[in-house]
């Protein structure tokens, strides 16, 4: 057995435990392997071992191993910013957006997907922490950007992501308690949601004991960048 496949072993077995320890059912969270950095050969080892959603921060970089992959059955997340030369790149190539933080972002994605695919599959990323070095709409702003995305043609808004800025435990988790409860608030408001896409490598037990849908894991897989 490869290294990567006993460490995705070791990863869904973190999942596994934190879903008892809060009650829930493991099939309830998806794993997504962030492959930014690491090569096509990595993604194949990964895939070889029964995983088969990856995430990329890098635009060029995931295009390139979507191209480098396409014997392989994959589900491809874009989960890094997006600018908007890049936007064509995503609409044609990703099944997943996780990082739309601005309504321009969608509606370039929307006019920019091609016919012959499915529509594709969008989260919106939002700050709750007030981090000034990352992404994201505000809480008080969510609502409207929702609303305005989910009634674009070829996108399906599935839920909303988030990541804490590092800090110590209960930081992070009231970070992951406050995307939940927002997510909740847009599904009252009537928006048809299925995703909360929060939690990583060091702090998944935390996001899953807060009802995170799914987890974002790169370096307990593939290793240090």
């Not at 493991?26 to 690491?38: D, G, I, Q, W």
């Not at 396409?70 to 600018?83: R, S, T, V, Y």
């Not at 700050?127 to 609502?143: C, R």
Request: aromatic share 4%; hydrophobic share 45%; with cysteine.
């Amino acid at each position: 057995m490869s290294s990567i496949a006993q460490h995705l072993q070791q990863v869904q077995t973190r999942i596994q435990s934190a879903c008892q320890a809060a009650g829930r059912d493991p099939a309830s969270v998806r794993l997504l392997a962030v492959s930014k950095t690491f090569d096509a050969s990595a993604v194949r080892q990964a895939h070889a071992a029964g995983q088969s959603a990856f995430g990329e921060n890098y635009i060029q970089e995931g295009v390139d191993k979507i191209l480098a992959l396409q014997d392989l059955a994959l589900e491809w997340h874009c989960i890094g910013p997006i600018q908007s030369n890049k936007t064509r790149l995503v609409a044609e190539h990703f099944d997943w957006v996780h990082s739309i933080d601005r309504i321009k972002t969608a509606e370039r994605l929307s006019a920019q997907r091609p016919a012959g695919l499915p529509d594709l599959q969008v989260c919106i990323q939002v700050n709750l922490d007030g981090g000034s070095n990352k992404s994201g709409v505000a809480p008080d702003q969510i609502l409207a950007l929702a609303n305005a995305v989910a009634a674009l043609p070829r996108l399906r808004l599935r839920g909303i992501m988030s990541i804490p800025e590092p800090g110590d435990e209960a930081a992070t988790r009231w970070v992951h308690a406050q995307a939940h409860a927002l997510w909740c608030s847009l599904q009252q408001a009537g928006l048809v949601l299925d995703t909360l896409s929060m939690g990583m490598t060091a702090d998944l037990e935390l996001a899953v004991a807060q009802g995170s849908t799914m987890v974002r894991v790169g370096t307990a897989i593939f290793g240090q960048r």
